[in-house]
């Protein structure tokens, strides 16, 4: 689960400028929004980069970008800039760069062979002008090729650009990036050269015709394990799919011996032979809708569509839509593209996402002082595992509604609930719910004393409202911490990734009330949302209660020592345990609000594992599969929409109505492999987890 805090929201300004109007889309460890520049007057696209944000990584990117941004060439997408917002080690980077409306050429149907040559010349015009500049693109695919005309294509996303001679790609300090069955064999061996993108030039070319990348001979299936690295890394590949007069010019691009395949130059005459005149040609056919169906994906990519951020992880729903969707079609292959310029994504994210400009965020002061964005949530929340959120929760407020009772223990520790029985109505779920950050959301705003309230309009069957504590806007990065998770200063090591030490959070933060049915009831948006106002006003008046300079209340009684509320979600699973799981990024997870909840990436695959604590009523056969992991209970649900959960029990309590809890993590695999292969690495996964859980 991403954090609420680790994300800008719609409408936010960055670099003064740019606000953001569609996104996010999440992928690998960065986010892509599409953004209208105020001063220009256009459309761009915004890539939110996460990872080595200092001074001299930065420096290094932004040069990147100029000389980027000079380079003018017909069929490669340009980038504009890097802008970053904040100081230090609490900066996050932005790109950007042009927007392609077109989409990627991924998930097309099947090309003819003259309309594929044709686009494919295209590329290797633009890679003669990359390769006369020092400069190797290093993951040539379908999904980073953009059309910008029914015949017209530009190269996208230098996330693995690399420079001829300098040993390095162009992002600091990051490894060789690559998608695996489109890289060279020496591209898998560490060694790029121009004529890698040759070869995966003529793997995309491949894949346009046949729907998929060339194969070694004999390999079945998806054919990964002929990508391993390593001395005896990937044989020659075979071209065994009819692509008609296509056959005799791949074959010599897919040589194994780099120096025995044509130059970019040569391979472009070559296919444009095959294509012959361009008026001949017809034109590129829409994207395929998902095979899941997924909303998202079954947009056009010729116009723009619609990406709502997903909040929270519910009990029993994973993360679907707009992030699986640019990892389905995306697959940075290594954290290098979350560092660098993701000049273009998948059909989905180039119509729904998108100059240079200052940053529009405060600098964020030395720790305790109280005088800059940011500062004033942190100092009211204090220890964000401490902070109560049931003080903000008011039974009696809700009580004209109908039967009003307090729900302490409803979810994860950020939240506390009323349920509120209407009688002959609905029931009615009145969360309040602690999140990192404090980026305005969209809708409309009033101020009531110390606190900004959002009023979003009803969305999904339910309605939201923001209680912001730093002013009329965050600063762009949603977060206080290194890594924008708003991971702050505090009482552990601060450390990230898959950390080993406890990361207590005291960085910005800010309350959202959600109004909800309780049970499979369908009430109006003017229910929900009359009733999410009158627990918001009473929440805003609890807020403007405490006096200046105090804290909110504490949980009371404390949390038992015993309880998962003390412990570092993310250290239940160490980079070790995650290689279960294909190119997971176990250093760069997504971090919720009081480390209670952990997210990673698979930079190979559309691979996610999601590890989050909850409270409620004990699990039991309904829920799953019953078994023993790691030395606790575990439940295994079943396969459900390309996802497993499994719910371990950490220990078992009586509530405060004398009602039996138990305290449990959901650890979730989502992504495409098959049921029983998401089945395998769900339980060994959560196996790992449960031996690191403290002592109950």
């Known amino acids: 689960m991403t954090g609420e805090g680790d994300a800008v929201r719609l409408g936010t300004k960055v670099g003064e400028r740019y606000r953001l109007t569609d996104g996010p889309i999440r992928g690998g460890s960065g986010e892509v929004w599409l953004a209208h520049d105020e001063e220009l007057g256009r459309d761009v696209v915004l890539k939110r980069v996460l990872g080595d944000d200092s001074p001299t990584a ?121 998608t695996p069955h489109y890289a060279a064999p020496e591209v898998v061996r560490g060694r790029p050269e121009p004529a890698s993108d040759v070869f995966s030039l003529a793997a995309a070319v491949h894949a346009l015709v046949t729907g998929d990348a060339p194969r070694p001979p004999g390999v079945p299936g998806d054919g990964a394990s002929a990508y391993r690295a390593g001395p005896h890394a990937r044989g020659a590949v075979e071209v065994a799919a009819d692509v008609g007069e296509l056959r005799a010019p791949l074959t010599a691009m897919l040589r194994r011996d780099p120096g025995a395949r044509p130059t970019a130059a040569e391979a472009r005459e070559l296919l444009r032979t095959v294509a012959g005149p361009v008026a001949e040609l017809p034109e590129l056919p829409d994207p395929l809708p998902s095979a899941s169906q997924d909303s998202v994906a079954a947009e056009s990519s010729w116009a723009p569509v619609p990406f709502r951020s997903v909040r929270r992880l519910d009990r029993g729903l994973l993360p679907q839509g707009a992030g699986r969707f640019l990892r389905a079609h995306l697959r940075p292959v290594t954290a290098v593209a979350a560092a660098v310029a993701l000049l273009a994504v998948a059909a989905g994210v180039w119509a729904a996402t998108g100059g240079s400009g200052g940053a529009s965020a405060a600098p964020d002061p030395a720790p305790g002082t109280g005088t800059a964005t940011g500062s004033a949530s942190a100092a009211l929340f204090g220890d964000q595992r401490t902070a109560d959120p049931c003080a903000l929760a008011k039974p009696a407020a809700l009580a004209r509604y109908g039967d009003a009772e307090l729900d302490p223990a409803y979810g994860n520790f950020d939240r506390c609930d009323v349920i509120v029985d209407t009688g002959a109505g609905p029931r009615i779920d009145i969360e309040v719910e602690f999140a990192d950050g404090s980026a305005q959301p969209p809708g409309t705003v009033r101020t009531d004393g110390r606190v900004r309230v959002v009023a979003e309009p009803a969305d999904g069957g339910e309605c939201d409202r923001t209680l912001l504590l730093d002013g009329a806007t965050s600063n762009g990065s949603g977060g206080d911490g290194p890594d924008g998770t708003g991971t702050g200063t505090g009482s552990g090591s601060g450390t990230s990734g898959s950390g080993q030490g406890a990361r207590h959070r005291t960085g910005s933060a800010h309350a959202v009330v959600t109004a909800k049915p309780a049970d499979d009831s369908t009430p109006s948006a003017a229910v929900l949302c009359g009733m999410a106002d009158t627990a918001t006003t009473a929440a805003v008046a609890a807020l403007n209660a405490v006096p200046p300079g105090g804290r909110l209340p504490r949980r009371q009684p404390p949390l038992p020592d015993s309880s998962l509320a003390a412990t570092d979600a993310c250290t239940l699973l160490p980079a070790t345990a995650l290689e279960v799981v294909p190119g997971i990024d176990a250093d760069h997870p997504d971090v919720s609000y009081g480390n209670w909840g952990c997210s990673w990436r698979s930079t190979t695959s559309d691979l996610d594992v999601d590890l989050t604590f909850d409270r409620g009523e004990p699990p039991t056969a309904e829920d799953g599969t019953a078994t023993r992991l790691g030395g606790h209970r575990a439940f295994v649900e079943p396969p459900d929409d390309g996802s497993v959960v499994v719910d371990v029990v950490h220990r078992t309590y009586t509530g405060s109505q004398g009602d039996h809890l138990a305290e449990t993590f959901e650890l979730a695999v989502s992504g495409s492999g098959g049921g029983a292969r998401l089945r395998t690495m769900a339980t060994r996964l959560a196996t790992a987890a449960a031996a690191r859980l403290p002592a109950g």
């Open 58 to 178: 930065f420096d290094r990117l932004r040069a990147e970008a100029r000389v980027l941004a000079r380079f003018s060439h017909p069929h490669v997408v340009t980038l504009h800039d890097a802008v970053r917002v904040g100081r230090r080690t609490r900066a996050t980077t932005y790109l950007v760069m042009e927007y392609a409306p077109g989409g990627s050429l991924d998930r097309r149907p099947p090309l003819p062979p003259r309309l594929a040559a044709h686009l494919g010349a295209q590329v290797a015009d633009a890679l003669i002008a990359l390769h006369a500049e020092g400069i190797v693109h290093g993951d040539i695919k379908p999904g980073n090729v953009v059309a910008t005309g029914p015949r017209t294509v530009k190269l996208a996303d230098f996330g693995a650009a690399y420079r001829v001679g300098g040993k390095e790609t162009i992002t600091p300090n990051s490894a060789i990036g690559y």
